[in-house]
């Protein structure tokens, strides 16, 4: 008479390492779907273009120059890595990936988003509210290291109106 732990009720494929590197297997994507929720509501979620073979060599932000209704225009930055400590960059490590990938022209789809959000964080006078936004993208080249770094170059990326719908 056999053991019964030697009979295999439910016959398991060994996995190989390269079943879960290869992008497009099955098993990888499988995996993916269950993990990846968990992945981004821990923030643990990955992007590996920092070390693809051309890593970004460009340093930017995005700043906001918000318009009030009376004609007074103010400057806002989006929340920057190298203004906060380490506790707090953790927290907002997303935010600055966000932004990262919406300076790129291909995501202007979200530029009214971030203007409107821009709009709203800054809404803090009802007499005065924002009336417009510019979206104003700043950049410069990572120098190579022992290298002098040179000043942000400076355009306006998006403008729109803001009404009062959008401030809420």
């Known amino acids: 008479m056999e053991p019964v732990l030697a009979q295999r009720v439910h016959p398991v494929e060994p996995v190989r390492c390269g079943d879960l590197a290869a992008p497009n297997s ?11 929720p968990y992945l981004m509501l821990t ?4 992007g590996w273009t ?3 073979p051309n890593p970004s060599d460009v ?4 700043e906001a120059r918000i318009t009030y209704a009376d004609g007074q225009v103010r400057g806002w930055s989006y929340p920057r890595m190298i203004d906060m400590g380490y506790v707090e960059r953790y927290r907002r ?5 966000m932004i990262e990938i919406a300076n790129q022209d291909t995501s202007r789809m979200v530029w009214p988003s971030l203007a409107r959000y821009a ?5 803090t006078d ?4 924002p009336v417009a936004v510019d979206l104003v993208r700043h950049f410069r080249i990572v120098p190579p290291p ?3 770094w040179g000043p942000f170059r400076t355009f306006v990326c998006f403008k729109t109106k803001i009404s009062p719908e959008d401030l809420r």
């Open 26 to 36: 099955e098993l990888r994507q499988t995996v993916s779907e269950v993990v990846r």
């Open 43 to 46: 923030g643990l979620a990955q």
């Open 50 to 52: 920092m070390f693809s």
């Open 59 to 62: 340093d930017l932000y995005i």
């Open 93 to 97: 490590e997303r935010f600055r990936k």
């Open 119 to 123: 709009a709203r964080r800054n809404n």
């Open 126 to 129: 009802p007499r005065n509210r």
């Open 146 to 148: 022992g290298f002098p």
